[in-house]
C-alpha cells in the first residue's frame, strides 16, 4: 500500500517511520516534501494526483484539512484513507513526535488496512490508552441527525 505524509511531517519523522516501524512488506511510505510530483502544489491537487498514481492513504498533522469541505470529499471520492495526528503533534518538538508516531504506528497501519476507503481518522494525543476517532464532517452528521 502506497502512503504519503504531507509537508506538517518532516521527512527525519517519515525516515523514522520507514527505519523502525512501517512494514516493507506491506507499505511504502514517502513524503510530499521534495517530491517533484506532488511538492509545491495546493493539497486538492496533490491528494487527486497521489491517489490518481495508484496512492492509498495520506497522513497529515495539518488539522486545518479536515475544514476544507471539498478536500474532504476529494479524500472519500478518491477512496483513500486519511489519517490526522493530533492538533498539538505539529508543534511539539521532533522528539515527542517520533516516539508519538512510533507509539501510534502499528495501529495506524492497521487502520490504513482495514478501515473503508475515503474515510478520516484522528490519532488521540499522548501515549496511552484510546482508538483513533473517525472523522465526521458536518455536512455528514446534520444528514444523519435529520434522518434519524
Keep these: 500500500m502506497k502512503l504519503i ?29 521534495g517530491n517533484g510530483d506532488f511538492s509545491g502544489q495546493d493539497d486538492e491537487d496533490w491528494v487527486a494526483r497521489f491517489a490518481k498514481s495508484g496512492g492509498h492513504g495520506l497522513l497529515s498533522a495539518d488539522r486545518r484539512m479536515l475544514r476544507r469541505p471539498t478536500l474532504i470529499k476529494q479524500i ?41 476507503k475515503g474515510t478520516a481518522w484522528i490519532v488521540p494525543k499522548g501515549h496511552g ?10 455536512e455528514r452528521s446534520q444528514k444523519a441527525a435529520a434522518t434519524g
Design 5 to 33: 505524509a504531507d509537508e506538517h511531517v518532516s521527512p527525519k519523522i517519515v525516515r523514522a517511520v520507514c527505519e523502525m516501524a512501517l512494514s516493507r512488506r506491506t507499505f511504502s511510505l514517502e513524503t510530499v516534501i
Design 76 to 116: 472519500t471520492d478518491t477512496g483513500l484513507v486519511a489519517i490526522f495526528l493530533p492538533a498539538e503533534w505539529a508543534n511539539s518538538r521532533c522528539a515527542y513526535q517520533a516516539s508519538h508516531i512510533l507509539y501510534w504506528w502499528p495501529v495506524i497501519e492497521s487502520h490504513f488496512q482495514t478501515v473503508q
Design 129 to 138: 490508552t484510546g482508538e483513533l476517532r473517525q472523522y465526521v464532517g458536518r
